[in-house]
């Protein structure tokens, strides 16, 4: 006997109902959607960092609370996956159609989300700070671009390659939630129109938004691997001076190519720069070109 592919439902993080794709086998239903080239799949660690086990249910209805987490993880890992495939023809992370694993409830009060070179975690947060990290699609989008990053430029994560890491990461998100805030919908519960970082406004929440403000930090995990997720707001910024003026459909165009045509791993700000420039020139000419040039010039990045 072998799971068969079928349809169901949940509520997500915020008892939203949302139509899933589900698998079924021996009168049990999980989190399997059998519907890509690679299964999409979403774990519960049950708040241990070791233990996973698929999510199931005996019936199509994944409504309880403690699902919520996994339906919001499956849901947006399955729009994300659409979103690479049928903006970017890329097929998943790897273009190949690797399966995709999402765990949630990863450890307990968490106020993180990674990807871990294998799968995407998601913790609960601690109800202040974040709600289910789950609950985001910029998240889940963040996440899974540190997954294609991995797999084509391979931005080493420290210093101004790994600044220029998380910022295709946000960009990305951007993309797939696009307004200019990153983790809104699951930061800090209790207090309505604030984010994680604003990629319009870095300042706001203290990250620099010109080069003249970089802040050199070790390498080290307490110096945020020279600060990467800080830095990024410059890069951040010449994103927002860019998608202002020539729209969405030509930057993912111009981004995408950058990523996964001409970056390489030890890139700098003015690597990014001038791949961005490329790409816009291949692809649009030079007026868009031009349009890169400025955004990063306006930040300081020659
Ligand atoms: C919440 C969080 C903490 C530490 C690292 C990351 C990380 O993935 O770099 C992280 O997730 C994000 O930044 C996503 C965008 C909200
Ligand atoms: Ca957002
Ligand atoms: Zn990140």
Do not use: C
């Not at 939203?16 to 979403?42: Q, V």
């Not at 996973?52 to 209805?61: L, N, P, Q, V």
């Not at 399955?78 to 903006?87: E, G, L, P």
């Not at 406004?201 to 990250?207: A, I, R, V």
Request: aromatic share 14%; proline share 3%.
């Amino acid at each position: 006997i072998e799971k068969v592919a079928t349809t169901g439902y949940g509520y997500g993080n915020k008892g939203d109902y949302k139509s899933l794709n589900l698998s079924a086998e021996n009168g049990k239903y999980y989190l399997t959607d059998l519907t890509h080239t690679g299964d999409i799949e979403t774990y519960d660690a049950k708040n241990t960092e070791t233990n996973f086990t698929i999510m199931s249910d005996y019936d199509k209805a994944f409504t309880s609370t403690s699902q919520r987490a996994g339906v919001d993880a499956h849901y947006y890992a399955d729009q994300v996956y659409d979103y690479y495939k049928n903006t970017h023809n890329r097929d998943s992370y790897d273009g190949k159609g690797a399966p995709l694993y999402s765990v949630v409830h990863f450890g307990s009060n968490y106020n993180n989300a990674f990807w871990n070179g294998e799968a995407m975690f998601y913790g609960d947060g601690d109800g202040r700070t974040f709600s289910p990290l789950s609950g985001a699609n910029d998240v889940i989008a963040h996440e899974l671009t540190h997954a294609v990053t991995e797999h084509t430029a391979g931005l080493v994560y420290e210093n101004q390659p790994g600044a220029l890491n998380e910022s295709f990461s946000d960009v990305f998100g951007y993309f797939v939630d696009p307004d200019f805030l990153m983790g809104e919908d699951v930061y800090t519960p209790g207090v309505s129109g604030d984010a994680l970082r604003s990629m319009s406004n870095p300042e706001q929440y203290n990250q620099p938004a010109h080069m003249n403000q970089y802040r050199s930090l070790p390498n080290t995990n307490d110096g945020d691997h020279g600060g990467v997720h800080i830095n990024s707001g410059i890069p951040n910024k010449a994103f927002y001076n860019t998608v202002t003026v020539m729209g969405k459909q030509k930057a993912e165009k111009i981004y995408y190519r950058a990523l996964s045509y001409y970056l390489t791993p030890n890139a700098s700000f003015s690597d990014a720069r001038a791949a961005l420039i490329q790409s816009a020139q291949d692809l649009y000419g030079s007026t868009d070109a031009n349009t890169i040039a400025n955004a990063w010039s306006k930040v300081g990045v020659y």
